[in-house]
């Protein structure tokens, strides 16, 4: 979670340090919409699971689990079989072989 200031950091209590970004777990998704975690970049120590279909930000198909791919995408880029904006330049992980 990027912050310029002192914003709460969600399911978090406390004010922490100014200016510093944290690492936290998204609120449970209901159905596929898309959700953000943390990557290595933003200062999670390389603390980050793999991520589950719709989830991101992920950087190579290593980052996702199991037969789930990272897609690429650039500025707000629909994620096949995922609902959502998510954010800006973010990558997600997806299903390419979805159940017919």
Request: aromatic residues 8%; glycine residues 16%.
């Given at each position: 979670?990027?912050?310029?200031?002192?914003?709460?950091?969600?399911?978090?209590?406390?004010?922490g340090?100014?200016?510093?970004?944290?690492?936290?777990?998204?609120?449970?998704?209901?159905?596929?919409?898309?959700?953000?975690?943390?990557?290595?970049?933003?200062?999670?120590?390389?603390n980050?699971?793999?991520?589950?279909?719709?989830?991101?930000d992920?950087?190579?198909?290593?980052d996702?689990?199991?037969?789930?791919?990272?897609?690429?995408?650039?500025?707000?880029?629909?994620?096949?079989?995922?609902?959502?904006?998510?954010?800006?330049?973010?990558?997600y992980?997806?299903?390419?072989?979805?159940?017919?």
């Amino acid at each position: 979670f990027q912050r310029s200031g002192s914003e709460p950091v969600p399911g978090c209590s406390g004010t922490g340090s100014s200016g510093k970004d944290y690492c936290y777990a998204s609120a449970p998704c209901d159905g596929d919409c898309l959700e953000d975690f943390a990557d290595e970049d933003e200062n999670c120590n390389g603390n980050v699971p793999t991520l589950g279909k719709c989830q991101g930000d992920c950087d190579n198909n290593d980052d996702c689990e199991g037969d789930l791919e990272c897609f690429q995408r650039g500025d707000f880029e629909l994620v096949p079989g995922c609902t959502g904006t998510g954010t800006d330049g973010r990558d997600y992980c997806y299903d390419p072989n979805p159940p017919t």
